[in-house]
């Protein structure tokens, strides 16, 4: 895909419901008595991986355009399925059912494409095991394809290396099966859709500072769930409105928890004209317009407990500190490595492409931003992420740009290049 340098973006832009919150309202729709209606969910290659999984395990799940049924059989109603369970690119569908999958009467295998076959699990096996799962990788990686036997679970307190989303829900999803309560601290908060919707759902979870505590549960109940547009999308046209001369954009109805919005904290640093419209909440997620104009953004440092509210906004904030004066420091972000590419190597390879004076480090990396960019052959690595923030680079750049495996971005924003098309 060939793109080129843009005098204006103006208009309005409604992006996809957030995708961790719809793969969330699937899986505990599942193992919810009734049935759950899921409005605003996000119709992703991920999202549907995990509909396919909780298919095979027995749920029947309706979609239409404007809504998700999934008809729930409770928290002990999953069937053991005839086949292999099938992730595709989805490091949260693994993770996550590993979780719920560690406690049921049955053996399954999981696993999905290449990248994820790459990516690391050690990370819940351990803590799954310590909780009595036999969980174990098939090539004794530490990697996907993962066996799980059910087997009778107990609860634990564990202190996570990493703060991350995946690795807690897992561990609280295991815990509504547990004999006993289950805590997890991390050494930063990270995201907590899966906290307000357990909550929603029934369950017996707390949050104290950085713990987290959930015990056994009888049941959970069905609930409607609205799926707001997902900030990590809507992250790329915030990008784009500041580094895009004469620019307005509005985002509409954009989830804004405090545990996701570390990228209007960097953007309003950077010096971004970042207006929150019409503010409220929805199914307990804060909810917001976004207005956007374009500005003239300085450099700032970036690190500590800020990491996990962005973590997936640090490609495109590293195309936006290309473009603002001065040299930004991006630090404490080594998970970067592990995602569905290597996206410190990705980002640096590309930008570099671009003529930007970027320096990996080994947890982040260091931009002099203000140098002229132009247009390269952009290598995608087969991540939508770093597809779609190298859209938003090329905006400013001089020539031509091209996107190489664009539909890469199907993972998590079907229609992203049409949108941003309709802004110019």
Same mark, same amino acid.
């Given at each position: 895909?060939?793109?080129?340098?843009?005098?204006?973006?103006?208009?309005e832009?409604?992006?996809p419901?957030?995708?961790?919150?719809?793969h969330?309202s699937i899986?505990?729709?599942?193992?919810a008595?009734?049935t759950?209606?899921i409005?605003?969910?996000?119709?992703?290659a991920d999202?549907?991986?995990t509909?396919?999984?909780?298919r095979?395990?027995?749920?029947q799940?309706?979609?239409t355009?404007?809504?998700?049924?999934?008809?729930?059989?409770?928290?002990h109603?999953?069937?053991a399925?005839?086949?292999?369970l099938?992730?595709?690119?989805?490091?949260?569908?693994?993770?996550?059912i590993?979780?719920i999958?560690?406690?049921?009467?049955?053996?399954?295998?999981?696993?999905g494409?290449?990248?994820?076959?790459?990516?690391?699990?050690?990370r819940?096996i351990?803590?799954?095991s310590?909780m009595g799962?036999?969980i174990?990788?098939q090539?004794?990686?530490?990697?996907a394809p993962?066996m799980?036997t059910?087997?009778?679970?107990h609860?634990i307190?564990?202190?996570?290396k990493?703060?991350?989303a995946q690795v807690?829900?897992?561990?609280?999803?295991a815990g509504l099966?547990?004999?006993?309560?289950?805590s997890?601290?991390?050494?930063?908060?990270?995201?907590n859709?899966?906290?307000?919707m357990l909550?929603?759902?029934?369950?017996?979870?707390s949050t104290?500072?950085?713990?987290v +505590?959930?015990l056994?549960a @009888?049941?959970?109940?069905a609930?409607?769930? %609205?799926? $707001?547009?997902?900030?990590s999308s *809507? /992250? #790329?046209?915030?990008a784009?409105?500041?580094?895009t001369?004469?620019?307005?954009?509005?985002?509409?109805n954009?989830?804004?928890n405090?545990?996701?919005?570390?990228?209007l904290r960097v953007?309003?640093?950077?010096?971004g004209n970042?207006?929150?419209?019409?503010?409220?909440v929805?199914?307990?997620?804060p909810?917001?317009d976004?207005?956007?104009?374009?500005?003239?953004?300085h450099? +700032?440092?970036?690190e500590? @407990?800020?990491i996990?509210t962005?973590?997936? %906004?640090l $490609?495109?904030?590293a195309v936006m *500190? /290309? #473009?603002?004066?001065?040299?930004?420091?991006?630090?404490?972000?080594?998970?970067?490595?592990?995602?569905?590419?290597?996206?410190i190597?990705?980002?640096t390879k590309?930008?570099?492409?671009?003529?930007a004076c970027?320096?990996?480090?080994?947890?982040?990396?260091?931009?002099d931003?203000g140098?002229?960019?132009?247009?390269?052959?952009?290598?995608?690595f087969?991540?939508h992420r770093i597809?779609m923030?190298?859209?938003?680079a090329?905006?400013?750049?001089?020539?031509t740009t091209v996107i190489?495996?664009?539909?890469?971005?199907?993972?998590?924003?079907?229609?992203?290049?049409h949108?941003?098309?309709?802004?110019?």
């Amino acid at each position: 895909m060939e793109l080129t340098k843009k005098s204006a973006l103006r208009g309005e832009i409604t992006v996809p419901g957030d995708k961790s919150i719809s793969h969330r309202s699937i899986m505990f729709g599942s193992l919810a008595q009734g049935t759950t209606e899921i409005t605003g969910f996000l119709n992703s290659a991920d999202c549907q991986s995990t509909i396919s999984c909780f298919r095979k395990m027995g749920i029947q799940i309706e979609e239409t355009p404007q809504k998700v049924l999934v008809h729930g059989k409770g928290l002990h109603g999953l069937l053991a399925p005839s086949d292999i369970l099938y992730a595709g690119n989805s490091g949260t569908t693994v993770r996550l059912i590993s979780g719920i999958l560690a406690p049921q009467p049955f053996s399954v295998v999981i696993t999905g494409d290449a990248s994820i076959q790459k990516r690391p699990m050690k990370r819940i096996i351990d803590p799954l095991s310590l909780m009595g799962a036999d969980i174990k990788s098939q090539l004794d990686n530490g990697c996907a394809p993962l066996m799980v036997t059910g087997t009778p679970l107990h609860g634990i307190s564990y202190s996570s290396k990493t703060a991350s989303a995946q690795v807690k829900s897992s561990i609280l999803l295991a815990g509504l099966y547990a004999d006993g309560a289950t805590s997890v601290t991390e050494p930063e908060i990270s995201r907590n859709h899966s906290e307000i919707m357990l909550q929603a759902f029934g369950a017996n979870i707390s949050t104290a500072d950085k713990t987290v +505590t959930i015990l056994p549960a @009888e049941e959970l109940y069905a609930q409607k769930v %609205e799926v $707001p547009g997902d900030i990590s999308s *809507a /992250a #790329y046209f915030i990008a784009a409105g500041l580094i895009t001369p004469n620019s307005e954009i509005l985002i509409r109805n954009v989830g804004i928890n405090k545990t996701r919005d570390g990228i209007l904290r960097v953007a309003k640093e950077m010096g971004g004209n970042i207006s929150l419209l019409n503010e409220r909440v929805a199914c307990g997620e804060p909810v917001a317009d976004i207005l956007v104009r374009s500005s003239a953004l300085h450099a +700032t440092t970036i690190e500590g @407990e800020i990491i996990p509210t962005l973590i997936d %906004e640090l $490609p495109v904030i590293a195309v936006m *500190a /290309a #473009y603002a004066k001065g040299t930004t420091i991006i630090k404490d972000a080594a998970e970067l490595h592990v995602k569905e590419c290597d996206r410190i190597y990705a980002v640096t390879k590309n930008l570099q492409a671009m003529g930007a004076c970027i320096t990996a480090t080994e947890d982040g990396f260091i931009i002099d931003g203000g140098v002229s960019l132009h247009g390269a052959t952009i290598d995608t690595f087969l991540d939508h992420r770093i597809a779609m923030s190298f859209a938003v680079a090329s905006l400013q750049a001089e020539g031509t740009t091209v996107i190489e495996d664009p539909s890469c971005v199907s993972i998590s924003y079907p229609t992203f290049f049409h949108d941003l098309n309709a802004l110019s």
